[in-house]
């Protein structure tokens, strides 16, 4: 499923009327997020504006939330993975995301690269060589799909 066209308007806006700090809490609890608290797009929306302002593990609960709102949202699961390997250090974390992600995108090279990676990174923090191993094979995995499909 598409994201909504005015989705960054929507991140651009929220800037507009959030604190300026990154401990403030944003004011959507009062607004249209307390009138539709299941609605995933909004819920994923909020997460992206918590990345904005690095609050990255609020971000990354929204993006759970909007996930388990609409199980098929791969952007949401793909943001969540993304916040795991990249800016907290939650290597197990990115890979489980990566993993249900190519449950709905199945042999998407980018996301088994991303895979590879997050599970490289894992096996050198938890010195697991077989974790190691697994990702190698990952990224050659995805490095074969690019091949056929370039």
Do not use: W
């Amino acid at each position: 499923m598409g994201r909504m066209n005015h989705k960054v308007d929507f991140v651009q806006y929220s800037r507009n009327i959030l604190p300026k700090t990154k401990t403030e809490q944003p004011v959507f609890d009062t607004g249209i997020l307390k009138d539709q608290p299941d609605n995933p797009e909004l819920i994923f929306n909020l997460g992206l504006l918590y990345e904005s302002m690095e609050r990255y593990d609020d971000a990354i609960a929204q993006f759970e939330r909007a996930h388990e709102l609409n199980p098929e949202d791969l952007e949401a699961i793909l943001h969540h993975a993304q916040l795991c390997l990249e800016k907290t250090g939650d290597y197990l974390g990115a890979i489980e995301c990566y993993k249900a992600a190519l449950k709905i995108s199945q042999d998407n090279p980018s996301i088994l690269n991303n895979l590879g990676v997050a599970q490289i990174r894992a096996g050198n923090e938890l010195e697991d060589q077989s974790l190691i191993d697994e990702g190698t094979a990952t990224l050659k995995r995805a490095e074969e799909l690019k091949a056929k499909n370039p």
